[in-house]
């Protein structure tokens, strides 16, 4: 069964910038794969999501970069310019791709979920 590995959370000063790291200990590449957070107080919410067999593969959303290293098993998120509602815990997310454009933040549509990160936002 698919299992992840959440890192790279943690306090961070306004503006700042971060990488989320999410490892799997088994092959990712045919699966679809999305990043989703849940600030305090409010319900998760999707941020971005990539294909499987994304070429290249990386995804830029604004503020928001999501990418994937299918050698080393690994999805990323960076955020850039961050802002105090950016405060939240960040869950990465997969599943089986049903087709080769299969990408969206309906987290329904997703089985395998990491423990989450906690992103803190303050000065």
């Known amino acids: 069964q698919l299992q992840f590995k959440e890192s790279g959370g943690g306090l961070v000063q306004p503006g700042g910038s971060l990488r989320l790291s999410c490892d799997s200990y088994?092959?990712?590449?045919?699966?679809?794969m999305a990043w989703f957070r849940q600030a305090p107080g409010k319900e998760r919410e999707g941020i971005s999501c990539i294909k499987a067999f994304e070429r290249p593969a990386r995804s830029v959303k604004g503020r928001f970069t999501i990418s994937r290293d299918d050698v080393k098993n690994m999805l990323y998120l960076q955020i850039d310019s961050l802002t105090p509602e950016d405060t939240g815990i960040y869950y990465c997310a997969a599943d089986r791709a049903p087709s080769p454009d299969f990408c969206t933040v309906d987290q329904n549509k997703y089985h395998y979920w990491g423990q989450g990160a906690q992103v803190t936002v303050s000065s």
């Open positions: 088994l092959p990712l590449s045919d699966y679809t």
